[in-house]
């Protein structure tokens, strides 16, 4: 059974850092790794989305890579914003097209 | 399109009441999905409709749940006898067949049980 695990839970900087959040899965055999964002109360909004095939996928700011042999992911925030605050999920996607999701990273950039 | 919606937004029951959630995916999109976030959790796989067939459940889907997709296009969720266990987000998604690994989120429904 997948099991994906994101470290660390919580996460402060400053604003303008560089960042990056982790994910691991246990079982390599995925069809994809997605990341979303979700703002407090809210539902989910798909950042980037990475096939099992691929090492990376990039969108302005964000950068996520994807290792399978390793069963890692990471997602990397460049010049943070307090606008970046939020809470940030990984998942796994399998054959089937159903999501296993990591408890997430809660990140806050203070101005 | 306006995206997901979902409805209400917020529920507040007393416990052994009945609740209703309802889902409108994006309009022709075939695949849709329930899940259920607890607080500091990530979202928990319920049950996944193709069309108007539900096609999967989870173990997670007691007895006092159900889904429904009548005509293939929105769908409710009916909660009964609810319990302060159930008090969850409950997050409905939809996605294409032609583009299924890609899934819409609509904002959910943040239900109490009090």
């Known amino acids: 059974k997948q099991e994906v695990t994101q470290i660390p839970a919580a996460l402060s900087v400053p604003e303008g850092e560089n960042l990056v959040l982790n994910c691991s899965f246990t079982?390599?055999?995925?069809?994809?790794l997605q990341w979303f964002r979700q703002d407090p109360g809210k539902g989910l909004t798909s950042l980037l989305l990475?096939?099992?095939s691929q090492r990376e996928q990039t969108s302005g700011r964000l950068n996520a890579s994807l290792d399978k042999s390793s069963g890692r992911s990471t997602l990397y925030i460049a010049a943070s914003q307090p606008g970046d605050s939020a809470t940030y999920l990984c998942?796994?996607?399998?054959?089937?097209?159903?999501?296993?999701w990591g408890a997430g990273t809660k990140l806050i950039i203070k101005p | 399109d306006t995206g997901v919606s979902q409805n209400p937004r917020h529920k507040i029951t007393k416990r052994g009441q009945n609740v209703t959630f309802r889902c409108d995916p994006i309009s022709e999109h075939n695949r849709l999905y329930w899940y259920r976030q607890t607080l500091g959790q990530g979202p928990e796989f319920l049950t996944y409709f193709q069309n108007e067939a539900q096609l999967e459940k989870s173990r997670l889907l007691s007895d006092r749940f159900s889904a429904e997709r009548p005509k293939g296009s929105f769908s409710t969720l009916e909660i009964q006898r609810t319990e302060q266990g159930d008090s969850a987000m409950y997050l409905c998604a939809s996605s294409s067949n032609y583009r299924a690994a890609e899934a819409f989120f609509g904002q959910g429904t943040r239900l109490t049980v009090v």
């Open positions: 990475i096939q099992s």
């Open positions: 079982d390599s055999a995925i069809y994809n």
């Open positions: 998942a796994s996607m399998d054959s089937n097209y159903q999501l296993i």
